[in-house]
């Protein structure tokens, strides 16, 4: 039975719900990571013969897994089902939760915590695709951001919250409380949650090189923890150092030869890309140290409750959340570097304050608090600075995978930030831990003005177009190869009638755009950006929901929109991984001018679609519907049906079906100007 709902509000109700469930599971994920750190003196309490560099990996091993597995859980929700990967997450999340709970050892813990960062690496990027499947294209950016809003939240409720629940029991309760959540999470699931996945062709992600990945982190960081321990020049750290290169080697070989790699090189050729997460790296290292390094202070130095120091640093998570919205306009407006340079070094100021400043006896009005505000500002106006900057410098189509990339650097930065506290501090005495979590400062100070250097290579204009990765010289240019042959060959025609060096000229310099299959180059309604020329794979025009034309290589889509400045007409996606060159409207406009060649063809191609849309809407009754008929062959009558409405649901995603029990002749004549298939 297929349930059909209508009506405005009806939809708005449900795409709120969906997007209010995907984000209440992206909390659960990023809300166990500040709720943790807060326990973190009440599991040292639990385990008194357990070491800090030992403990650390309750903390590390959870961020590992969970940052290695990001780009690659975004993959397989694709190729199995976006709610399906969201529910497997939250039911592994949640099951790892009462285990970890439930631990009688640091190894025990530690290892359970690896299993829930897998659940929350299966969740949260499931969670993003079902709020960007749910929204049209015109709201999608809005709810994007409330959703990306969550892990801003996290920040400011988890330690308070953390801080309460092991007040009332102990640090197990911090993961029990898990349990109820995650029950009402997937129960509400199957109602309001709507399964997608991406079309086209769908393949397994670099599982092998996710691996190697978080092979080369822990073994970088097991040698950081344990070089005090074992000895900085013993064979077992100096073999862990020795080993991180050469995995971190196989990981970029295991990428460069996947087809759906974890880390795609044609996004490192985008500078903006590349030197803000470099930057969001060298701010998680100082991010992640310093929360976890406040929490001690207050518990350890001002023997403040846990519930307590919880609180007290909250402050900073509730101004970074309202300068993150205040000065992202102005990042917008005026270009990403112009605030997180200024961001960072505030931030670095604020532990320049608390190194100097923070008594050994509580102070909060006076010498707390400040450094919480100065804190705050500076998170606010480099994090989500630094994010923003990197996605709006990528294609629209590669924004899921981009946002992975940027929260997984962020997460590894703060593997190593976490790893580096612990060598700092070591295991100070109640005599010596004043000055050894003022070192820990210093460590923040030391990676947030390293963040405001490396953001001076950020863009220093506003965000405009997306940037272009730098290209080698023009390249040679085959726009009728045959594994690649047209299958609408008239604007292929077009481009193929130029000359050589015209064809040289129009794409020297051009950006090579990799479109996965089952993304979206752009969506119906979007700023006309560029035009693209395909080079390689097969695309769908799509409009009003329906199939307007294929695209396959020496296709041209979007010239009059690159000359005229209008809207896309129309949404591009890739029904398998495609490679297109990404032509500029300044480019096209200095090709134009310069070479006649060029403003010839350009011209035949858009007098070819005028033409081909004429004879489109003048003679479309004499287009032949395709019938596919569903018979019983001594099966039921209501199977029957099922069996006709799944064929109905898969062709409707590419063409106009109309479906009928039975049907005349004349029935069949009136449908056909209406439709390309009668099921």
């Not at 209010?20 to 909390?27: D, E, M, N, R, V």
């Not at 997984?408 to 060598?423: K, P």
């Not at 479109?515 to 700023?527: M, N, P, Q, S, T």
């Not at 018979?631 to 995603?653: E, F, K, Y």
Request: proline share 5%; charged share 15%.
């Amino acid at each position: 039975m297929r349930a059909i709902v209508t009506g405005p509000l009806t939809r708005r109700t449900n795409r709120n719900a969906a997007l209010a469930l995907a984000s209440f599971g992206a909390l659960l994920a990023f809300l166990d990571v500040t709720i943790v750190n807060v326990a973190f003196p009440s599991i040292r309490q639990s385990f008194p013969h357990a070491s800090l560099g030992d403990l650390s990996w309750v903390l590390n091993a959870y961020n590992i897994v969970f940052a290695a597995l990001l780009v690659a859980a975004g993959r397989l929700a694709d190729v199995f089902g976006r709610r399906r990967m969201f529910t497997v997450g939250i039911v592994v999340f949640t099951v790892a939760s009462v285990l970890c709970a439930a631990a009688d050892s640091v190894a025990l813990l530690i290892g359970w915590r690896v299993l829930q960062a897998i659940g929350a690496g299966l969740v949260v990027p499931a969670s993003l695709a079902l709020v960007v499947e749910a929204f049209p294209a015109d709201h999608r950016s809005h709810a994007v951001g409330l959703w990306g809003a969550t892990a801003a939240f996290a920040a400011g409720i988890g330690p308070p919250l953390g801080g309460a629940l092991v007040d009332l029991d102990n640090w197990r309760l911090a993961f029990l409380v898990n349990v109820p959540l995650g029950v009402a999470a997937v129960a509400a699931t199957g109602r309001i949650l709507i399964e997608s996945r991406a079309p086209g062709r769908r393949r397994l992600p670099d599982l092998r090189g996710a691996t190697v990945l978080g092979l080369a982190i822990a073994v970088l960081t097991l040698a950081i923890v344990q070089g005090p321990t074992w000895g900085w020049t013993s064979p077992a750290v100096l073999g862990c150092f020795a080993a991180t290169p050469l995995l971190l080697a196989g990981f970029v070989e295991s990428s460069r030869r996947h087809p759906v790699p974890v880390l795609d090189a044609e996004l490192l050729r985008i500078r903006t890309f590349t030197v803000a997460n470099i930057a969001t790296f060298v701010a998680g290292m100082g991010f992640y140290a310093y929360l976890l390094d406040n929490i001690l202070w207050l518990h350890y130095v001002w023997h403040w409750s846990l519930v307590r120091s919880g609180l007290g640093v909250a402050p900073g998570a509730v101004v970074a959340a309202v300068v993150a919205g205040l000065l992202g306009r102005v990042a917008d407006a005026r270009g990403a570097r112009l605030v997180a340079v200024p961001g960072a070094l505030v931030w670095a100021a604020a532990y320049v304050w608390y190194a100097v400043q923070v008594p050994t006896s509580p102070h909060f009005l006076s010498a707390w608090l400040p450094g919480q505000i100065l804190s705050g500002i500076g998170v606010g106006a480099t994090l989500p600075v630094m994010a923003s900057a990197a996605l709006a410098a990528v294609p629209g189509a590669r924004y899921a995978t981009a946002s992975a990339v940027v929260s997984g650097m962020r997460q590894l930065g703060g593997v190593l930030g976490v790893a580096l506290l612990v060598v700092i501090v070591g295991s100070p005495s109640p005599a010596s831990a004043a000055s050894a979590f003022r070192h820990g400062w210093v460590l923040s100070i030391a990676c947030f003005a390293a963040t405001a250097v490396v953001a001076l290579g950020l863009r220093r204009t506003a965000a405009g177009a997306h940037e272009a990765a730098p290209a080698p010289a023009a390249p040679k240019v085959d726009l009728a190869a045959p594994e690649v042959a047209s299958s609408t060959p008239t604007h292929a025609a077009a481009f193929e009638r130029l000359p050589e060096r015209a064809r040289q000229r129009l794409l020297a310099g051009a950006e090579v755009v990799t479109v996965e299959g089952g993304a979206w180059l752009f969506h119906e309604g979007d700023a006309t950006d560029a035009l693209y020329v395909v080079k390689s794979g097969r695309l769908d025009v799509v409009s009003g929901g329906g199939l307007v034309r294929e695209l396959s290589g020496g296709d041209v889509v979007g010239e009059l929109g690159a000359i005229t400045g209008a809207p896309r007409s129309a949404g591009v996606r890739a029904r398998r991984d495609s490679v297109l060159w990404r032509v500029t409207p300044s480019r096209l406009d200095s090709a134009l001018r310069r070479d006649p060649a060029v403003a010839r063809a350009v011209i035949r191609s858009l007098a070819e679609q005028l033409q081909e849309q004429h004879a489109t809407t003048t003679h479309t009754g004499d287009r032949q519907p395709t019938v596919v008929a569903v018979v019983a062959a001594g099966a039921r009558a209501d199977t029957v049906r099922r069996v006709a409405d799944l064929l109905h649901d898969g062709l409707a995603a590419h063409l106009r079906v109309v479906s009928a029990e039975s049907m005349t002749v004349d029935t069949l004549h009136a449908l056909e100007p209406r439709c390309d298939r009668v099921l």
